[in-house]
């Protein structure tokens, strides 16, 4: 629906936003060892590493030989798997632009510790929604809906470009863009409710939503508002300014007597 490309919104609280870059980092490694290579062995990775509700529920199992971690653990790993450089450019965009801010509101420990419970929720909701499911969950979209509901509880009126349709850059109150991309969110996971062939996991994106929302009101620090409780709007003063001084007069001379 869009796609962000900028926001005029420095930091505040942090230097830098060594949890945010870090994120990414191990994104891009962990997809240039596990998404780049032969078929069979993406494959591999994708069972071994990928979130498989029909295994949390007990309804199925995976192959011996691809019990890479205990199926608890995918609640975590998934997030870090991407299908191709596409899928994994995308989420990191979105990463990037948001994460930074959310996690100057948080500090840096809350904040990845948000982005991992994030992740957890949209696995969560998509297992509760399709617990016989067998398809591997994979991507990090679950926890960035969060850190993308989390920016729109602090900084909605912040203004940020945004590239519409892949086509027109546009700048937009946060609040805009994001109260739209959220409402398709949710369009769309309503619509995957009676069908059984999406490819796009809607249920993870709406629970890290969720998630994000509700999480960023008790995690982020003691001196952060919400809504921009912190932007003050100047308003129009009139200002008195006290009368000009009386130009100065020449002394009259005095004549003295002789």
């Avoid at 969950?137 to 900084?155: C, D, E, Q, T, W």
């Avoid at 994001?178 to 309503?190: D, E, H, K, T």
Wanted: aromatic share 12%; net charge negative.
């Amino acid at each position: 629906m869009f796609i962000p490309l900028h926001d005029a919104n420095h930091l505040k609280r942090i230097h830098a936003q060594y949890v945010t870059i870090g994120l990414i980092a191990a994104n891009v490694v962990v997809f240039l060892l596990t998404g780049v290579g032969s078929q069979d062995a993406v494959g591999a990775a994708v069972v071994g590493l990928g979130y498989i509700p029909s295994t949390i529920y007990n309804i199925a199992e995976r192959p011996l030989d691809l019990v890479w971690v205990p199926d608890y653990a995918t609640y975590i790993t998934y997030m870090f798997l991407h299908g191709d450089i596409w899928h994994l450019g995308g989420n990191m965009l979105f990463l990037w632009v948001f994460g930074d801010n959310v996690e100057d509101a948080l500090g840096h420990f809350r904040f990845l510790a948000f982005y991992l419970l994030c992740g957890i929720a949209g696995a969560f909701l998509h297992g509760l929604i399709a617990p016989d499911s067998q398809a591997p969950l994979i991507g990090a979209s679950g926890a960035i809906a969060g850190i993308v509901a989390a920016y729109f509880m602090l900084h909605p009126r912040v203004r940020i470009w945004v590239l519409v349709f892949m086509r027109i850059p546009l700048p937009l109150p946060a609040w805009i863009a994001i109260a739209l991309w959220i409402g398709f969110q949710v369009v769309m996971f309503l619509a995957s409710l009676s069908s059984s062939e999406e490819q796009i996991s809607w249920a993870a994106h709406v629970g890290g939503i969720i998630a994000g929302a509700v999480l960023v009101i008790f995690l982020r620090q003691k001196d952060v508002p919400l809504f921009d409780a912190e932007v003050v709007t100047p308003r129009s003063v009139e200002v008195r300014l006290p009368p000009p001084a009386s130009p100065p007069t020449e002394a009259q001379p005095r004549w003295g007597r002789q």
